[in-house]
């Protein structure tokens, strides 16, 4: 497992598509690092991407307060089927289906539905297209989701529309910035798949 910056408080790491990020990746942080690691965000298990952990409680506490405030800013890299507008900020009103662990697009909001925004943009279109997604929200499977709803489900997301033959969806949290003791953090990667990729900088 990549790891991209550690330091006595935090832990910046590549997470890989099959580890669960919960348990599998701070454990395999622990091996490779040595002491305990507290989980801040979460990625589903078949997505991969860049994410952070705190190595003590004050840290844990102090990123935690970030992303309660919106200051974290998690940033992503979708292939999806079709070619969406070059650019969108999209809202809407999301439910989970706790049963089936499935989230469907709702018209209103009632009980246990949340609300979810995200911007993105088009690095290269087609047939299938590259998408650059800045969360507002961190709802279950928002990308997935918003995109599946208005016709473009991810290349590999078989559970949100997808027909064809890829093992897991093509998301990957590309980016990742957070204030943290006084200065701005910002950590990125891109997966084999979107290597090329040229992010934008004001997402």
Not at 87 to 98: A, E, I, M, N, P
Not at 164 to 179: G, K, M, V, W
């Amino acid at each position: 497992m990549q790891i991209l910056y550690s330091d006595n408080d935090i832990a910046l790491c590549v997470k890989p598509v099959g580890l669960d990020s919960e348990t599998e990746v701070p454990a395999a942080l622990t091996d490779a690092l040595g002491g305990t690691f507290f989980t801040l965000h979460r990625l589903d298990k078949n997505v991969g991407g860049v994410m952070v952990y705190a190595r003590n409680k004050v840290a844990a506490a102090a990123l935690s307060k970030a992303i309660q405030e919106g200051s974290m800013v998690k940033e992503y890299v979708a292939l999806v089927h079709g070619a969406p507008p070059e650019q969108g900020d999209w809202t809407d009103f999301l439910w989970k289906d706790s049963g089936k662990n499935k989230v469907f697009v709702v018209k209103r909001e009632r009980k246990g539905v949340k609300k979810a925004r995200l911007e993105y943009r088009c690095l290269a279109g087609g047939e299938q297209s590259l998408v650059h997604v800045r969360l507002h929200t961190g709802r279950s499977h928002q990308i997935r989701v918003q995109f599946a709803s208005r016709g473009f489900p991810l290349l590999g997301d078989h559970k949100y529309g997808a027909r064809d033959d890829l093992a897991a969806p093509r998301l990957f949290s590309c980016r990742i910035t957070f204030p943290y003791r006084g200065k701005l953090h910002r950590y990125e990667a891109l997966p084999d798949w979107a290597e090329n990729a040229v992010l934008a900088q004001d997402m």
